[in-house]
C-alpha cells in the first residue's frame, strides 16, 4: 500500500504545475510569528453545548507568549473572551454540572485557582498559595476541588556563617546541592529539593486541606465517581529519584486519609481514573524492561487491583491521555499514527476505531506530534485540530454518529490570507538497510517549480523517540520562505509506526537511524530538482546526535549546524539534569564501568573524519544537553581546522522556541551558516 503510494506520488509530484504564488500575497517573514495565534486545551461542556479553550498569542514588545481563556457554543455561535489582557491564564475545568469553571492565572502576580460561576460571570480566586498549583480536579459533586503543588523539602545545612556587617555589600554567596535532581532544563536556576502534594479545597474557597505527606512526589490525582476517595501515582519507596519510570497506584480514602497501593508491577502507572459505574482502573504504562524505548500500553484492572489487562495489544502504538467514555464501555484517548496525532475510542475488549486525526499543538517550532481534546457526557467533542498550513484551530464532532467534523475557529484567517506559505508532500522510501520503509515530508518553497534547482536542508528530530508529521511549523517555513526545500523524517527509533521501528535504538543509538536519513536524501535529490553542491544538513537536540554522526560519515553536505547536541555520552549521562534515566537506560552500564560502549556512540569518536563547515546552536542555560556537549565539538574541530563557530542563545534552555525571538534567532543564524557555502 505504501509501496503504491510512492509510484503514485512521485509522477504527480513531478508532474506538478509549479506552486502558485498569489502577487497580493507576502512570504512567510520572522516578525510574522507573532501574528500566530493558536487554539489549545478545549474543553467541551458536560452538555457538550459549549466549549472553552486556551488561546495563545504573542507580544513582539516583551517576546512573551500570552494565554487567555475563550468560549464558544457547540454550533459555532457566541464567541467570546472569558478573560483578556497579557497574562497567563489556563487549565480550564468545568464542574460536573456546568455552572462553573475553574482555571489557574496568574492575574494576581502568582499563580492561584479561579472559580467562574458561567452565568453570571462572577469571578474569584479561591487560594492563596505560595506554589503553582496544577492538575485541577473537580469532585464529582462539584463541592470541592484537588490540585497539586510542589513543596520544597528542608534545605541543608553545612556551615554556619557569619552575618556581613550591617550595610556590607558582600558577594551572594553559596549554592548547596544534595539532591540528585539540582538543574532541570526550562527552571534557569538551581532547583529547590521539593515534592509535589495534593490538596482539597472548597469550592468556595478556604484553607486548603494537603492530603499526602512524605518526600515523595504525587501526581495524577483523580476522583472516584462517588467522591469517597481519589487515585494517584507516586514512587514511595525512598528510592525514586535514582530509580526513575517507576510509580505505584493508591488509593485514598478522603475522610480517613487512608492509602492503599492498587499495583506492584515495577514500571509507570500513569494517569489512572476509576470508569463512571465505579467498576474499573484504567491507566498507562509497561512493565519495565529498562530500555530506552517501552511502548505505552493501556491496561485495566479491577478497582482492588485484580484481573489485570492490556487492552491495547492490538493498537502497537503509544496511548495518552486517557477518558472514560459515559458509559463505562470504552476509553478515548491520544495516539500518534505514521506521525498523525490521533484521537483514538477503544473498547474494553481492545477494539479501537480512531475518532479524529490531525490534531495539532500551540508550538512555534518543529513539526513534533501532541495535541488536545475533550468528551462530552453526549459523545460530543473538542480537539485542537492542526494542519500544514496554520496553526491549530478548533474543531467538535460527534461519537460514535461520527458527525463531520467542524472546525469553529479561523483565528489564523486573515494570516493564511496574506501569506504565501511552503506546500508539504509526503514521500516514504525503502530502506537501504533491512525491511523498513522510511516516512518523510518535503517541504517546498512558496514559488517552488521543478524544472529550477533549488538548495535542500535535511532537518533532523530530536527524542530521539518522538515524531515529525505535515503539521504547521513556523520553524521550517521560515527556511522554505527564504528558497530552500526542506526534507524532514521519521527515521527508525521516531514512534508512530511500531514497537520494532522505535526500539531499534534502543541501546543502540545512533545506528543505522543514519542511513535512513541518506537514504531518504538520495530519493529527494533523485527528484531532480535539488541542487547537490547545496545540500545543507541540521538538527537539534537527538537531531544534533545524528547530525555531528553524518558528517562524521560523509562529506556530502556544504554545511551542518548541529543545534543542542550531544557529542560525548559520557559527559552528557554526567552533566544532564535528568541524568539517573540517561545512564540506566540508554546504556547497559555506567560509563566508568564500560567507556568504550559510549564512545562508540559519541559523534567526538567521529570528529576526526569531519570537513564539513559546522556551526554549533545552544541555548545558554540548556540543561538537557548541556551547552559544555557543544562546547566539545567546537573546539575539537578548531583543533583540526575545521570551518567552526559556535553560537549561544542568550536566555534559552533546550526548548529554543519557548520564546519567538529565540526562535527567530535560531533560524536567522542557521540561514545564515548556509548561506555562507
Ligand atoms: C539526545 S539527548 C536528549 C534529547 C531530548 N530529549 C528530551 O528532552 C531531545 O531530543 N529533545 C527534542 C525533542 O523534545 C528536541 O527537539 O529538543
Redesign the pocket.
Known amino acids: 500500500m505504501k509501496k503504491l503510494l510512492i509510484l503514485l506520488l512521485v509522477p504527480l509530484f513531478l508532474a506538478s504545475p509549479d506552486q502558485k504564488v498569489d502577487a497580493q500575497k507576502t512570504n512567510f517573514d520572522y516578525l510574522d510569528i507573532y501574528d500566530l495565534q493558536y487554539v489549545d486545551d478545549p474543553q467541551i461542556s458536560p452538555d457538550g453545548n459549549t466549549i472553552i479553550y486556551v488561546r495563545h498569542q504573542f507580544d513582539v514588545m516583551t517576546d512573551r507568549r500570552y494565554t487567555n481563556l475563550w468560549s464558544i457554543s457547540f454550533s459555532g455561535d457566541n464567541h467570546k473572551p472569558i478573560t483578556s489582557g497579557k497574562l497567563g491564564y489556563g487549565t480550564p475545568v468545568w464542574s460536573p454540572d456546568g455552572s462553573r469553571i475553574a482555571y489557574t492565572s496568574s492575574e494576581d502576580g502568582s499563580n492561584q485557582v479561579f472559580v467562574r460561576w458561567m452565568d453570571s460571570g462572577a469571578t474569584s480566586s479561591i487560594t492563596n498559595l505560595t506554589h503553582s498549583p496544577g492538575n485541577l480536579q473537580w469532585s464529582p459533586d462539584g463541592t470541592q476541588l484537588l490540585f497539586t503543588i510542589n513543596i520544597p523539602a528542608e534545605q541543608p545545612k553545612i556551615a554556619n556563617l557569619p552575618s556581613p556587617p550591617e550595610g556590607a555589600e558582600w558577594t551572594e554567596g553559596a549554592t548547596v546541592i544534595d539532591q540528585v535532581y539540582y538543574q532541570a ?1 526550562g527552571s534557569f536556576d538551581t532547583l529547590e529539593e521539593s515534592y509535589s502534594h495534593i490538596y482539597l479545597i472548597s469550592a468556595e474557597g478556604g484553607a486548603p486541606r494537603k492530603l499526602t505527606d512524605g518526600n515523595y512526589d504525587h501526581s495524577s490525582p483523580s476522583w472516584a465517581p462517588d467522591g469517597g476517595s481519589i487515585l494517584f501515582t507516586a514512587d514511595r519507596s525512598g528510592n525514586a529519584d535514582l530509580d526513575p519510570n517507576n510509580a505505584q497506584i493508591y488509593e485514598m480514602n478522603i475522610e480517613s486519609g487512608e492509602m492503599t497501593q492498587i499495583t506492584n508491577k515495577r514500571g509507570p502507572h500513569g494517569s489512572p481514573k476509576i470508569s463512571p459505574d465505579g467498576q474499573y482502573i484504567a491507566y498507562t504504562g509497561y512493565e519495565d524492561q529498562f530500555v530506552g524505548y517501552q511502548l505505552t500500553d493501556l491496561y485495566i484492572m479491577n478497582r482492588d487491583g485484580s484481573n489485570l489487562q492490556k487492552i491495547s495489544d492490538d493498537l502497537d502504538m503509544d496511548v495518552s491521555d486517557i477518558t472514560w467514555a459515559n458509559d463505562s464501555r470504552s476509553l478515548y484517548f491520544r495516539y500518534d499514527e505514521e506521525g498523525n496525532s490521533k484521537l483514538g475510542n477503544i473498547r474494553l475488549n481492545g477494539d479501537y476505531v480512531t475518532v479524529a486525526s490531525n490534531l495539532g499543538t500551540s508550538s512555534i ?2 513539526p ?1 506530534g501532541g495535541g488536545a481534546y475533550s468528551v462530552a457526557d453526549n459523545g460530543r467533542f473538542a480537539i485542537s485540530l492542526g494542519s500544514p498550513d496554520r496553526p491549530t484551530e478548533l474543531a467538535v464532532g460527534h461519537f460514535p454518529t461520527r458527525m463531520a467534523i467542524t472546525q469553529l475557529t479561523n483565528l489564523n484567517e486573515l494570516f493564511t490570507e496574506s501569506k504565501n506559505l511552503g506546500v508539504t508532500t509526503e514521500f516514504w522510501v525503502d530502506s537501504s538497510v533491512d525491511d523498513f520503509e522510511i516516512h518523510g515530508w518535503i517541504l517546498t518553497p512558496p514559488d517552488f517549480d521543478p524544472s529550477q534547482q533549488y538548495p535542500m536542508i535535511l532537518e533532523i ?4 523517540h ?1 515524531n515529525y508529521g505535515p503539521r504547521f511549523t513556523p520553524e521550517l517555513q521560515l527556511m522554505a520562505s527564504k528558497g530552500y526545500v526542506v526534507v524532514y523524517t521519521n527515521p527508525r527509533g521516531s514512534t508512530s509506526y511500531s514497537t520494532e521501528f522505535a526500539s531499534y535504538i534502543n541501546q543502540n ?1 545512533p545506528s543505522e537511524d543514519h542511513n535512513d536519513l541518506m537514504d531518504a536524501v538520495d530519493y529527494v535529490v533523485d527528484l531532480g530538482y535539488i541542487d547537490e553542491d547545496r545540500l545543507y544538513i541540521t ?7 545524528l547530525s555531528s554522526w553524518a558528517i562524521g560519515k560523509t562529506d556530502r553536505f556544504a554545511a551542518a549546524v548541529v543545534a ?3 557529542i560525548n555520552w559520557y559527559s ?1 549521562v554526567l552533566t ?1 539534569d ?1 541524568y539517573p534515566f ?1 545512564a540506566k537506560y ?1 546504556f547497559t552500564e555506567y560509563p566508568w564501568d564500560d567507556p568504550e560502549q559510549y564512545l562508540e556512540r559519541s559523534p567526538i569518536s567521529l570528529v576526526g573524519n569531519v570537513t564539513t563547515p559546522t556551526m554549533l546552536l545552544v541555548g545558554e542555560y540548556d540543561y ?2 548541556p551547552v559544555s556537549e557543544s562546547q566539545q565539538y567546537y573546539q575539537a574541530l578548531k583543533l583540526r581546522g575545521v570551518d567552526a563557530s559556535m553560537v549561544k542563545i542568550s536566555d534559552s534552555s ?3 522556541a519557548s520564546t519567538p525571538s529565540n526562535l527567530i534567532r535560531k533560524v536567522a543564524y542557521i540561514l545564515g551558516w548556509f548561506e555562507k557555502y
Request: glycine share 26%; hydrophobic share 25%; proline share 7%.
Open positions: 532544563d517550532g518543529r513534533y528530530h530530536g527524542g530521539p518522538t543509538y538538527g537539534g537536540s537527538g537531531g544534533g546526535v543542542k547536541p550531544v552528557f544532564a535528568m540517561f540508554w538537557r544537553t533546550h526548548s529554543i
